[in-house]
């Protein structure tokens, strides 16, 4: 029997993260190879005749599995009876701005698109914020999308989870397939941290903890750290651009493991609303390691936490009650 087609909304679908994602959506990287899809690009006026462009070339590829595109700047249109939804859209900080105007954009983007996806997406709807500050931008959403329950409102740091595997991926010159079960605690931002403290790889001679192979703690505490939480600015010099193909990818791997499952035995990492777990503050969005079965993520837990590990996951947990407070303080 032939599928349903799953409405996928992708905003800022105009920007460069949109550019990459809509095709891979549209291939079947997000959903699987048999998942028929509609897609669903918002963008704001300014960008209306590229984003007209992107439904073109969408058209002109012929996807087998795309049944349809709306392109629209109606937020209300783009978020009619969609059951995922990709927020890329937002507010870049500029040369000059201060932080807080920047917040104070974003806060009243996610506000307003919080409301128009409590009142017309489709019911059990998954939204993965991409635009930063992811976290706070997800919580914003959270907090002015009430009817949509916040297991469903995610950010995404699985692209900061892709990276750490990439570096010790390099550093073994292992396949990036064999390293699993490595964790990013935190914040989308520089105070992230990358915890390889549980991480292994798959050898000829079985799994073995990430530590005893790469043998170099010296490396692992300072050099990845900095190397994964710096990424960003890294693709940024380099490109003159911010990072688009390794984000779009990212946020694929997030939704399919979201919805399809993770692997036996591994897990992801995913921005999600805390519940105090491993003591970090409840009410914040804060990435977690999490398995998912049946379209549900749960936070791993049981892990032991070292004292170098606790201290770095209370700074982005600080970092990101800072951000609340600040982000509150836009709204008033
Ligand atoms: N979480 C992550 O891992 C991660 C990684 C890379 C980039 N990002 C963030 O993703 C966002 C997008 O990055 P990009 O490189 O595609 O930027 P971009 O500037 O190329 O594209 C952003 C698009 O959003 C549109 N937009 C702005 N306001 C909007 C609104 N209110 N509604 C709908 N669309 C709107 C813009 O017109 C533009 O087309 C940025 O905030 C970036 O910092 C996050």
């Not at 249109?77 to 500029?94: D, L, S």
């Not at 201060?98 to 998954?126: F, T």
């Amino acid at each position: 029997m032939a599928m349903d087609a799953v409405r996928v909304l992708v905003t800022g679908a105009a920007g460069q993260i949109g550019y990459a994602l809509v095709p891979m959506i549209a291939r079947g990287m997000m959903l699987g190879p048999d998942q028929p899809v509609m897609l669903h690009m918002l963008d704001i006026p300014a960008a209306a005749e590229a984003l007209n462009g992107v439904k073109m070339e969408l058209i002109d590829a012929a996807f087998p599995l795309l049944k349809g595109v709306v392109a629209t700047t109606d937020v209300v249109e783009a978020c009619t009876g969609v059951n995922i939804a990709v927020m890329v859209g937002g507010f870049p900080r500029k040369e000059g701005m201060e932080r807080k105007d920047v917040m104070s954009k974003n806060v009243s983007i996610y506000k307003a698109q919080a409301s128009a996806l409590e009142l017309h997406a489709a019911p059990g709807c998954k939204v993965l914020v991409v635009a930063n500050p992811a976290n706070t931008n997800a919580l914003i959403l959270k907090e002015f999308a009430p009817s949509i329950p916040e297991k469903n409102i995610t950010c995404l740091t699985r692209l900061d989870h892709n990276r750490a595997l990439g570096q010790i991926s390099e550093k073994l010159n292992a396949h990036v397939s064999s390293v699993k079960n490595v964790i990013i605690w935190g914040n989308h931002s520089s105070t992230q941290y990358p915890d390889v403290n549980h991480a292994t790889v798959t050898t000829r001679n079985g799994e073995k903890p990430v530590r005893e192979l790469v043998a170099n703690d010296e490396w692992l505490n300072k050099q990845f750290i900095t190397t994964v939480q710096q990424r960003g600015a890294a693709i940024i010099k380099a490109r003159k651009l911010s990072s688009a193909l390794s984000a779009a990818s990212s946020g694929c791997d997030h939704i399919r493991d979201w919805v399809l499952g993770t692997p036996k035995g591994a897990w992801v990492s995913m921005g999600v609303y805390s519940d105090g777990s491993y003591g970090i503050p409840a009410g914040i969005v804060y990435s977690f390691p999490v398995t998912c079965k049946n379209g549900e993520w749960s936070i791993v837990q049981g892990l032991k936490i070292d004292e170098f590990s606790r201290v770095k996951m209370d700074a982005t947990a600080n970092e990101l009650v800072e951000e609340k407070s600040l982000a509150y303080s836009c709204l008033n």
